[in-house]
């Protein structure tokens, strides 16, 4: 029978691989959830896995082995986590653009997930593609694609190399297409907007459009973002699939269900 100094290296790799899911995946990684909940999720995730991993996991481990591997331990379930949320940092990029636009930009707000200010119409395509992420299950493929990796890649087996750059690279990459294709709608509304309300400046000077351009764009702004969101829930998640299967091919796992 193994003893606790046997068993306890190979806790160590397990619990580094959710903990690095847990630190980066989105919600998982919202600041708003208090720190000793996320702890306990993360111990609980990691004593669940224990038992199926342990088979699996290297003869006579020592913490000292186990310690050299931790690095690359979070590496495997960061890069799981950080995929998504880039995906989610391309569609605040979106509301953000649509907010410099229609001029309501300079209001801010913080986003506990991204940890950073971002503007109000940002914070709300990023409120509707998690909640569309959540409606999808996005989160249980999330979970499911670690739990994979335990079986293709054992602990202390993983060899990185120039494919975790790539992955990022590509990721970045659809990632800032998402915020494009979801911004077009609204951009496009804007700028019609603004060319209208040129003419009507020269047409009819008396007009002030200081005073009406702003109230109109905003209304303009809120009323195309609204419409596209509520088409956009194949786009949201098409990108979260693409992501997941960018990360899967990476580690060389089997396609998701």
């Known amino acids: 029978m193994l003893t606790l100094p046997q068993l306890l290296p190979t806790f160590v790799l397990v619990l580094m691989r959710v903990t690095g899911l847990v630190l980066t995946a989105p919600l998982l990684s919202d600041r708003s959830i208090p720190r000793r909940l996320?702890?306990?999720?993360?111990?609980?995730?990691?004593?669940?896995?224990?038992?199926l991993v342990a088979s699996t996991a290297p003869q006579d481990l020592t913490m000292?082995?186990?310690?050299?591997?931790?690095?690359?331990?979070?590496?495997?379930?960061?890069?799981?986590?950080?995929g998504l949320t880039i995906v989610l940092a391309g569609v605040v990029l979106a509301g953000t653009m649509i907010g410099q636009q229609a001029?309501?930009?300079?209001?801010?707000?913080?986003?506990?997930?991204?940890?950073?200010?971002?503007?109000?119409?940002?914070?709300?395509y990023f409120v509707v593609a998690m909640l569309a992420f959540l409606a999808a299950g996005v989160h249980r493929a999330m979970i499911q694609a670690l739990l994979d990796t335990f079986t293709i890649?054992?602990?202390?087996?993983?060899?990185?190399?120039?494919?975790?750059?790539?992955?990022?690279?590509?990721l970045l990459a659809g990632a800032f297409s998402v915020g494009i294709r979801l911004a077009g709608p609204a951009l496009v509304a804007l700028m019609l907007t603004s060319l209208t309300l040129g003419f009507l400046s020269?047409?009819?000077?008396?007009?002030?459009?200081?005073?009406?351009?702003?109230?109109?764009?905003t209304m303009v702004a809120l009323a195309a973002a609204g419409v596209s969101l509520m088409a956009a829930d194949d786009l949201l998640l098409d990108a979260a699939d693409q992501a997941l299967m960018l990360i899967r091919a990476t580690f060389g796992l089997e396609a998701g269900r």
């Open 38 to 51: 996320r702890v306990a999720l993360t111990l609980g995730m990691s004593a669940v896995l224990f038992p």
């Open 64 to 82: 000292q082995e186990a310690l050299f591997g931790v690095f690359w331990e979070l590496v495997i379930g960061a890069t799981i986590g950080l």
């Open 103 to 124: 001029g309501i930009g300079l209001a801010q707000v913080f986003n506990p997930t991204l940890e950073s200010q971002t503007s109000v119409m940002g914070q709300l």
């Open 153 to 170: 890649i054992p602990l202390l087996s993983f060899q990185a190399g120039d494919s975790i750059v790539v992955l990022l690279a590509e």
């Open 202 to 217: 020269r047409t009819i000077p008396q007009l002030n459009i200081l005073s009406v351009g702003f109230a109109i764009r």
